[in-house]
């Protein structure tokens, strides 16, 4: 069972950065691909970036592009992601989620696992 624990949410003000992370265990993830996704209130659930584990393409939503990185240990099996310059917009409950194999897609409904979610919070 593959499970995801995501750490580093927060409440900051608009400009600052924090780093997300997202810790995944119970299988071997080579041929994962890692992906983050955001949901704000009264809001659908947006996809934010991916990475594929095995050789580190990285995918991102324009709205976070140039001030979002997606990266990944392999040895800690984690997976992050730095926020940069955030805005008010980018207050949501953040969530980590994995595909088992394939492309990098946005689309939450081909993720197979997520995790629980952290709180990112921005103030104006």
């Known amino acids: 069972q593959v499970q995801l624990v995501e750490s580093g949410g927060g409440l900051v003000q608009t400009g600052v950065s924090l780093r997300l992370a997202c810790a995944a265990s119970g299988r071997t993830f080579s041929s994962y691909v890692l992906g983050w996704f955001r949901e704000a209130p009264g809001k659908e659930r947006e996809f934010v970036s991916a990475?594929?584990?095995?050789?580190?393409?990285?995918y991102y939503a324009d709205s976070v592009k140039g001030r979002f990185t997606i990266s990944r240990d392999s040895a800690k099996n984690t997976v992050y992601l730095q926020m940069n310059s955030l805005q008010p917009e980018d207050t949501a409950v953040y969530y980590c989620?994995?595909?088992?194999?394939?492309?990098?897609?946005?689309?939450?409904?081909?993720?197979?696992?997520w995790g629980q979610g952290t709180q990112v919070t921005v103030s104006s």
């Open positions: 989620a994995a595909k088992v194999k394939g492309l990098l897609v946005s689309r939450g409904s081909n993720y197979d696992y």
């Open positions: 990475i594929s584990w095995r050789g580190g393409s990285t």
